[in-house]
Each structure stands twice: as structure tokens, then as C-alpha cells.
């Protein structure tokens, strides 16, 4: 097995990036996603600059981080052709800080996902065209369980769009036991994010062991269908302090790598 692991900068929002930077090196990491926004800088968001680009770009250097993951962020309600353009400036935006997935989480109401599909089928071919992976997160309503995921995949129809795994999600939105829901829907998954979660409607911001996802269980799912990483950690109990984030998110490596070595 060759699963990279790395951290998401969600614990560290209200944070400066470069604090999330400096905390996420510091808990072990050599991997950052950024789903998360930050007041100091629009990370690959429409609004960012060539020099706001270059700015982050110094930021990930200095930190010794190598970037692998946005997530795409755009009212859903807005007329097609604004839709676009949001969505093309940010893959261009990633892809000009060298990532290699952006993440996309799906649409909230039943009116728009007709568009949403026709959205992505577009994007996909954006993305790839500019050697970029589009990932759909599991995050309820249009991509709560397997047999949703699986119509978004279906539906979309392109090579190019796949799943980013989110266990905790899928016990936070359904329920359902993550191991099972797994099976049919492992082939597409591309990455995994790491995150527990205690029940239905439940915290996700805690620590690994805390809540019902069983991580060797998914890792063996994943390990049997062939998957090759990046695990992104996400799930971090949200500390008062920096460092005390920091604490968490080392932690929540540590607990993570014992896992895998069990595999």
C-alpha cells in the first residue's frame, strides 16, 4: 500500500493560513487540503490574484506543506453562466498552486440538481483538461450514501468525476453503517477523509476512536477494491489555541498511522 496521509486546514479556520500552515507541519503533516476558508487570503477562491496566488504559493513553501486538495465554493442559486465562471476561475486557481484534486460537495436543494449535474459534467472536463481530479465528498441530500453517490456518478457520466470517501459523513447524514456502504461505490473512490463521528446529526470535529466509524474496517474495504490514497485528515477536536489544535491534530496522525500498521 501506498496511501499518502495529510491533514485539511479545517481545524485552523479561524485561524490566519498561515498559522493553519504552520500548525498542520507541526502535527507531522507533509499534506494539506484546503476546504476551508481563511480571512487573510482567498485561497484559490474567484477572488484571488495572481499576487494573492503567490503569496499562499511562498506560504506552502516556507512551511515545507505540499498542497493536494480545494474544494470548490459558489452559490447554488446563481444563473448558469455565474456558475461557470466561478467554477473556471477556481480550477484555474488550483491549478496554479500545483494540486491535484478539487473537491466538489454536491447541491442542498432538489430544484438544483439538474443543474448541478450538468455543472459538473462541464467541470470534469475543465479539470481534467488542466490535469486536475474532480471528487465528490458524501455530504447528504444528493450525495448522502452509495446508491446517491452512485447516480451522481452515473448521472455526471465522466472519467474524470469520482469519489473522495468520507466515513464519518456518511454516519453524521444517514446512519448507515461506512464499511457497507463502501462496497459497491470503492472502485471510483480516489481519496479518503478522515473523520468520526458519534451518530446521526452528530460532532465530526473530534477525535479518532471517540465516535462509530470503524477506520480498519473501511481501510481493509479500500485496500481489498485496489485504492492507492492520499487519507486526508479532517476530524480534529477544535482546541480554544492554535497549539492546542496542533495537539489534536498530531494525535489524530498518530491514532491514524497505528490503524494502518494494523492492516
Known amino acids: 500500500m501506498n496511501w499518502p496521509t495529510g491533514c485539511f486546514n479545517r481545524a485552523w479556520a479561524p485561524w490566519p493560513s498561515d498559522v493553519a500552515l504552520v500548525g498542520i507541519r507541526a502535527a507531522g503533516y507533509r499534506l494539506v487540503g484546503f476546504v476551508s476558508n481563511h480571512n487573510d487570503n482567498p485561497l484559490t477562491l474567484p477572488g484571488a490574484t495572481a499576487e494573492s496566488l503567490a503569496a499562499l504559493k511562498q506560504k506552502l513553501a516556507a512551511s515545507g506543506l505540499e ?49 448541478y449535474f450538468r455543472l459538473m459534467t462541464k467541470a470534469a472536463g475543465w479539470a481534467a483538461q488542466r490535469k486536475l481530479q474532480l471528487v465528490l465528498k458524501p455530504h447528504g441530500g444528493i450525495s448522502a450514501s452509495a446508491d446517491e453517490l452512485q447516480r451522481c456518478l452515473d448521472t455526471v457520466a465522466h472519467p474524470n468525476f469520482k469519489i473522495w470517501y468520507d466515513a464519518g459523513n456518511i454516519i453524521h447524514y444517514t446512519g448507515k453503517d461506512p464499511a457497507k456502504e463502501l462496497k459497491p461505490i470503492a472502485k471510483h473512490v480516489t481519496g479518503f477523509c478522515a473523520k468520526d463521528c458519534p451518530g446521526p446529526g452528530g460532532e465530526v470535529m473530534i477525535q479518532f476512536g471517540a465516535g462509530r466509524v470503524d477506520l480498519k474496517g473501511v481501510f481493509v474495504g479500500l485496500k481489498e477494491a485496489g485504492f492507492n490514497g492520499p487519507i486526508m485528515v479532517e476530524g480534529i477536536k477544535l482546541g480554544a489555541t492554535p497549539e492546542e489544535t496542533n495537539g489534536y491534530a498530531k494525535a489524530n496522525r498518530e491514532y491514524l498511522e497505528k490503524v494502518l500498521r494494523e492492516l
Open 67 to 115: 498542497a493536494n486538495m480545494t474544494a470548490l465554493r459558489y452559490n447554488e442559486d446563481a444563473p448558469d453562466e455565474e456558475l461557470e465562471k466561478s467554477v473556471l476561475a477556481q480550477l484555474n486557481h488550483s491549478q496554479a498552486i500545483g494540486v491535484r484534486h478539487v473537491m466538489t460537495f454536491g447541491a442542498d436543494k432538489p430544484p438544483n440538481h439538474g443543474r
